[in-house]
């Protein structure tokens, strides 16, 4: 998951894509709220948290249901993909 910003995500869906592994992309909006700011994400992380047993989770994240692992840094999941 990511936020919906035009090519801060790609090279992680590329690696995904050149790799020819299927994966699900979730991708997340800022958008304002009066005064204030808000996104799906932050409703999405306190489950994110709960299901996963992933204390620190924030985006980028890459989910390993194989595994069950979840990782959460953007070097992090270059070097899991890689």
Not at 19 to 34: N, R
Request: aromatic content about 16%; glycine content about 8%.
């Amino acid at each position: 998951g990511y936020w919906s910003i035009r090519g801060l995500g790609a090279p992680l869906t590329m690696m995904l894509c050149a790799a020819k592994t299927p994966f699900s992309l979730y991708l997340y909006d800022i958008v304002e709220d009066g005064e204030s700011w808000t996104s799906e994400y932050f409703a999405a992380k306190t489950g994110y948290i709960e299901d996963y047993s992933q204390p620190l989770w924030n985006l980028p994240f890459c989910v390993n249901n194989t595994e069950k692992k979840v990782l959460t840094q953007t070097n992090a999941i270059f070097n899991h993909i890689g």
